[in-house]
């Protein structure tokens, strides 16, 4: 008698932490923080083109877009970074108002080089400005028709390599070459990114933490089942919609014993949020754990002036003059915080970003592309496919075809 043991169990954490080490001859983007940018910086370095435009979508422009728009309050880029992705008429023409196609490089990206929306963006710019090798860049894999045609018009292309997946690929030339083009610092990125790995793969400072929230939610998915990032800065914003992606598309899967899994992912900003979805956290079903991201120092120092004429005596808050907006940022985030920690049956914790710089942004998103992977392994799925998002592409297809 043969006996194949397929059901679900929650391994220990060294079992996950040796499936986690192994996963690195395969899965490519655990390698990327130790990579050469050497060309890169010396192609972002020969583009003079005022506008950098995305053509991408989902991975292929999410993680970029979360760097760029954390950091661009704090630092004077001489161009503009703009993001393409979407197909919605309107909103192109309203963001191509912005730019003189004349002036623009074009990053065309698509792992597998047959994004119909990718492709579409890209065949309309062409309609408006000729793109060619002296305003245009590829990034696909080695393989694709994209890399194809790159290579048959003499325009620059980048190879993104088979192992590493759309919603993984931040820090590679998905990301790094339009950041590096309008100048982000890709080396201090990568610093961040090594950091963090190398903490977690030598199992010091970072290793607990991560092993030990993934083995919380998973054993408590059933109880909480909707997991939410509350970032209290603006910039965070497009970091939100990256965590998204690579949480829904990375965890929503069926395990090993057919089960479906189910830990869905919000994404709040404060203090806007206090104002709607707080109070479902509050008061409304416990099924959801909170994570809290706050930013010490968001390098302004703009404050709240006093009031030395007596305009506004009638008004309330005056209490908060003479502070500056950064510390009733983070007076609100802590006031939110402590609300919800004395509720006592709300899981939370707060992750603290020191200020705005590659380096910080880049340890955040690094830790977490490894908190999903930890929890796809004590959930005993496939963390890096998305067989869902493909029924739609076969379904669309067939409505071209008839």
């Keep these: 008698m043969e006996y194949s043991k397929n059901f679900y169990q929650i391994k220990s954490n060294s079992e996950i932490f040796d499936r986690i ?113 002296t305003n245009c860049t590829i990034i696909s894999e080695t ?29 590679s030339v998905v990301g790094l070459v339009p950041l590096a083009m309008v100048g982000v610092d890709i080396d201090n990125l990568l610093n961040g990114c090594k950091r963090v790995a190398d903490s977690f793969f030598e199992q010091t400072s970072y290793y607990k933490p991560i092993i030990r929230k993934a083995r919380f939610l998973v054993e408590n998915k059933n109880r909480f089942n909707i997991n939410v990032v509350f970032s209290y800065s603006s910039l965070l914003e497009s970091f939100n919609k990256w965590y998204v992606q690579l949480w829904a598309e990375s965890l929503g899967k069926i395990n090993i014993n057919g089960t479906r899994q189910a830990l869905t992912p919000v994404g709040l900003v404060g203090p806007v949020d206090q104002h709607s979805f707080l109070q479902m956290i509050m008061d409304g079903v416990r099924d959801k754990t909170v994570t ?51 509720q006592d ?32 392994a004590f959930l005993q799925i496939n963390t890096y496919d998305q067989p869902g998002v493909e029924y739609g592409k076969i379904n669309l297809a067939e409505k071209f075809q008839r």
């Design 345 to 376: 049956d709300i899981p939370c914790d707060v992750i603290s970003i020191r200020t705005v710089d590659e380096y910080n942004i880049a340890k955040i998103m690094f830790s977490y592309q490894l908190l999903v992977s930890c929890i796809g």
């Design 143 to 171: 393989k694709s028709n994209l890399t194809q045609f790159a290579n048959d018009n003499n325009i620059k292309s980048f190879d993104l390599a088979e192992d590493i997946g759309g919603r993984f690929s931040v820090f």
């Design 21 to 133: 080490n192994a996963e690195r001859e395969e899965i490519g983007y655990y390698n990327l923080p130790y990579q050469d940018t050497a060309e890169i910086k010396d192609y972002a370095q020969s583009i003079n083109k005022k506008h950098i435009v995305v053509l991408g979508i989902g991975g292929s422009s999410l993680g970029a877009r979360a760097i760029y728009e954390f950091l661009l309050s704090s630092n004077n880029y001489t161009k503009d970074l703009l993001f393409l992705e979407t197909i919605d008429p309107l909103k192109i023409k309203l963001c191509l108002k912005k730019v003189d196609l004349n002036d623009a490089q074009f990053v065309v990206i698509s792992k597998s080089g047959n994004t119909i929306e990718t492709l579409s963006l890209f065949k309309y710019l062409n309609s408006l400005v000729e793109i060619n090798s």
């Design 292 to 342: 809290f991201i706050k930013i010490n120092d968001l390098k302004d120092s703009s404050s709240i002036p006093k009031d030395t004429a007596n305009k506004f005596d009638g008004l309330a808050c005056g209490y908060a003059e003479g502070y500056s907006f950064n510390d009733l940022l983070n007076m609100q985030a802590d006031a939110t915080i402590q609300s919800i920690e004395e």
